[in-house]
């Protein structure tokens, strides 16, 4: 069983920048991939970036590939998502959500959801 909390999400100007984080509570945090998905208004929720339980390797959509940047702490079981060069278009909630499996994108190949956290840019 594993238990997310995001935080760090606020309103931000274009081309401004946010650090999400999403702290973990597992027995072992580091057998799990993480994955951040983010849901617009009126849109499915899409995955944005998937990185391995050792954090060795991460997976980018590429509508921000080069902009944001994920990264894990095993020793505190948290994740982070820095989003520099932020655009109107990444406005959304922001979710992490762990999986056993590296390279899943899809919705319902992560069990383990937090509860999300809100990005708004403003143009």
């Known amino acids: 069983q594993v238990q997310l909390v995001e935080s760090g999400g606020g309103l931000v100007p274009t081309g401004g920048s946010l650090r999400l984080s999403c702290a973990a509570s597992?027995?072992?945090?580091?057998?799990?991939?993480v994955g951040w998905f983010r849901q617009a208004p009126g849109k499915k929720r899409e995955f944005v970036v998937g990185i391995t339980g050792s954090g060795g390797s991460a997976q980018y959509t590429d509508s921000v590939r080069g902009r944001f940047t994920m990264s894990r702490d095993n020793a505190k079981d948290i994740v982070y998502l820095q989003m520099n060069s932020l655009k109107p278009e990444d406005t959304a909630v922001y979710y992490c959500a762990a999986s056993r499996y590296y390279g899943a994108s899809r919705e319902n190949d992560y069990p383990f959801w937090g509860q999300g956290t809100q990005v708004t840019v403003s143009s």
């Open positions: 597992a027995r072992t945090f580091d057998d799990y991939a």
